[in-house]
């Protein structure tokens, strides 16, 4: 058990230093051959940070683990809105852009909807069982494209009037020669797969022994883990004085999670869905919603230190909520 659980721990590290090499390496090579730094941020980027989700949640549904799989993302996202949003909030206010209220949010909203629609099979068509069918997963990664072509359509017509974007908020992508840039690569992968399967052995390991569910685990510690990125980048972003870039990370984080992983992970692998995680999603959308009055009560389209207390309050009455229910 010693060692389950401290392979447990070292997964994250594998997982979060995993994705920062991979971004490095690849956002090098693609420095290299000329594409743009905001494509790469967009891209590259944006990808890096949901890695460690992608990664648990692929190996969990593969390895018959669905309620890990699933909750994984669940939680990630109430640990994005809730958890890192709070905790930046506290750093310094964050100024929220008319696009991110008007655009990112509701699109992030239908994110939750599909998921909710398309995992409840039972309730909806009554065929059983609950869960993604890799056509499920397809018509998400559709809606993905739709995000993309959404985000590099915002990026072209405010090309000529932003800065240079950067790899992480304190240093521009760094030009690697090649064989480097491809060892960083190989090595991100190795760490992202070894943590993966680290993490959700020791997840499920962690379960059976204390006779905990998979879904507690996997909304609480596997959640918060894998948000290690968002949450250190949103941070850094705030200290920078980059606080749309945080916010924008955070939505932009939640989309990617709904569409693209559970996307690319039911396409893979047909996940089973627990209809106990209803709850959950109804809650996510209630909180997803109430960032609309938290953005425009007191200093309008600024997300205040006092809000991101509120914020941060909430998620500690889910853990709790959580927690009780087992």
Do not use: C
């Amino acid at each position: 058990m010693v060692l389950t659980l401290a392979l447990f721990i070292l997964g994250f590290v594998f997982l979060v230093k995993g994705a920062d090499l991979l971004v490095d390496g690849s956002s090098s090579i693609a420095k290299k051959y000329g594409l743009s730094s905001i494509m790469i941020g967009l891209t590259i980027v944006a990808f890096g940070t949901s890695l460690p989700e992608l990664i648990v949640s692929v190996i969990a549904a593969t390895g018959g683990n669905s309620d890990i799989a699933i909750s994984n993302i669940i939680g990630s996202n109430f640990s994005n809105t809730l958890l890192i949003l709070g905790i930046t909030a506290l750093v310094t206010p964050l100024v929220i852009k008319k696009s991110t209220v008007n655009k990112e949010i509701p699109l992030s909203l239908l994110a939750i909807f599909a998921v909710g629609i398309l995992v409840n099979d039972l309730i909806l068509n009554g065929v059983s069982p609950n869960g993604l069918a890799r056509i499920d997963g397809l018509i998400l990664l559709l809606f993905f494209v739709i995000f993309i072509y959404y985000t590099f359509g915002i990026s072209r017509e405010k090309k000529n009037k932003l800065p240079s974007l950067k790899l992480t908020e304190d240093r521009e992508i760094k030009k690697h020669n090649n064989w480097l840039s491809v060892g960083m690569i190989a090595v991100g992968l190795v760490g992202l797969y070894f943590g993966g399967r680290w993490i959700v052995d020791g997840a499920t390991e962690i379960a059976r022994l204390f006779g905990l569910s998979e879904v507690l685990i996997g909304l609480t510690i596997v959640a918060v883990g894998t948000s290690l990125p968002e949450l250190a980048a949103s941070i850094m972003a705030a200290r920078k004085g980059q606080t749309d870039m945080a916010m924008g990370n955070v939505i932009g984080s939640n989309i990617f999670n709904l569409l693209w992983i559970l996307g690319l992970s039911a396409s893979i692998f047909p996940i089973s869905y627990n209809p106990a995680l209803n709850v959950d999603i109804i809650i996510l959308i209630a909180i997803t919603m109430l960032l609309f009055p938290l953005i425009y009560i007191g200093r309008k389209n600024v997300l205040t230190k006092r809000e991101g207390a509120i914020l941060l309050a909430l998620y500690i009455a889910y853990l709790v909520f959580v927690a009780i229910r087992g």
